[in-house]
Structure formats: C-alpha cells, structure tokens
C-alpha cells in the first residue's frame, strides 16, 4: 500500500472557481504534512505545510484530519498561473524520508 | 536566495554506459536526499544522507547504484550501466531542520 495516496485529476477549472483537493495517507504515525507544487518538467516546490488547526495563505487553505488521516487543499479564485501539478506529501518524523503522492493535476481554463 | 544546486541539468546516454549526477545542498543543510521521479509520478526516495552518513538506502538500487557525500556537503549518484528504464529525473533536495526540504532543478536522465 502506498504511504500517499492522490487522485491524479487531471482538474480542469474555469478563471475564479474554486477546487479542492484531498489525499490519504496509511502511516497513522506520520507528524509533518506539506502540499507541494510543481509545475510541468520542474522540480517541486513547498505550497504550504498542513497543521492540525488547519491554515490558510491567501487563496489556499489546508487542512488535516488526522483520525481520518487525509490532507485536503482548496483554492478559491483559481488563476491561470495555479495551472501545475499538487503534490501531497506526508513525514512521520524529522530524521525521516518525505513520502510523495502521484500528484493531481490542475488546469485552470481562460 | 540559497538553493540547491544540480548538474548536469540533461543528459543523454546509452544503455551500459556510467553516468554520474552531482548535487551541492544549501549551506548548513545537513540532510540530504536523492529522489527519482519517473514521469507521471511523485518523487520516490533513493538515499537520504545526515551529514557524510547513509541514513537510509533501502530502495536505492544497489547493484547498478551508488551514492557518496564525503565531507558531509555536496554529494554525487552514480549509475552504472545505465538501463533504459532508470530514464527518469533525479531530485536532490537538502533539509536544515528535517522539516522543509528544498529541491534543486533536478537532473533529466535519458537513456538510449
């Protein structure tokens, strides 16, 4: 079973909708949480981390459910440049590996 | 801004034949990971460094892979022989706390 686990879209939105995405993770354990983003042939790059209070930054919000254990992401107000791939990614402690989903894949449609 | 930095950016090489990629993490970063992303795919650990020390090499392919980082900063995967399967971009990403990690552009690996 994998560690995280994503629905690969693809997601294609209109300019200004909103969409959400969520992921599950099998490691109960697991204490740090991130939403990467990267965009086509780049290297992924750190979003936001996810906390348990839930946390927002502008048009993204995160948040985490750990007796459920799934991470989900919202962006409201979708932009063209929000066009990439998000990846979700679990850490069950600081000396350990970041475990990656597939990605789920976002167009946003002018 | 510090970053992470790789090279070569692309290479091409043919089946059987060594290739080595080179990775230089942000200053003062003691841990260290080698990631593989095939295409369609998230990152998938190959080695994690602390420092100049093998922290976990468990799914690094040890008979055609091997992986260094002698004084503890930059650090260099090798491949030998290469197969066309391990066509594939190679993410080095370096960690300060073991919270963050930051990637460098990645190596794209073609094989032939």
């Known amino acids: 079973r994998k560690e995280v686990e994503q629905d690969p879209g693809p997601f294609n939105v209109p300019e200004g909708a909103t969409v959400a995405f969520n992921c599950t993770y099998s490691?109960?354990?697991?204490?740090?949480f991130f939403w990467y983003r990267q965009d086509c042939r780049k290297e992924p790059k750190l979003l936001m981390s996810?906390?348990?209070s839930g946390n927002e930054d502008g048009r993204f919000t995160a948040q985490l459910n750990r007796a459920s254990q799934y991470i989900s992401l919202l962006i409201r107000d979708s932009k063209l440049s929000d066009s990439a791939t998000y990846l979700c990614?679990?850490?069950?402690?600081?000396?350990?590996?970041?475990?990656f989903g597939t990605g789920t894949s976002l167009t946003v449609i002018p | 801004e510090a970053e992470v930095a790789q090279s070569p950016r692309y290479k091409i090489t043919e089946k059987s034949q060594a290739v080595a990629f080179w990775c230089d993490p942000i200053s003062g970063h003691a841990t260290l990971y080698w990631y593989r992303q095939i295409l369609g795919q998230g990152p998938e650990l190959l080695v994690q460094f602390q420092d100049e020390s093998v922290v976990d090499d468990s799914q690094l392919p040890k008979d055609r892979f091997s992986a260094e980082r002698l004084k503890g900063v930059d650090s260099t995967l090798k491949i030998q022989p290469a197969e066309l399967g391990d066509s594939a971009m190679y993410l080095c990403?370096?960690?300060?706390?073991?919270?963050?990690?930051?990637f460098g552009q990645g190596t794209r690996l073609t094989v032939v």
């Open positions: 990403a370096s960690s300060l706390t073991g919270i963050e990690a930051f």
């Open positions: 990614v679990t850490k069950p402690g600081a000396g350990n590996q970041f475990y």
């Open positions: 996810v906390y348990s």
């Open positions: 490691n109960s354990a697991s204490q740090s």
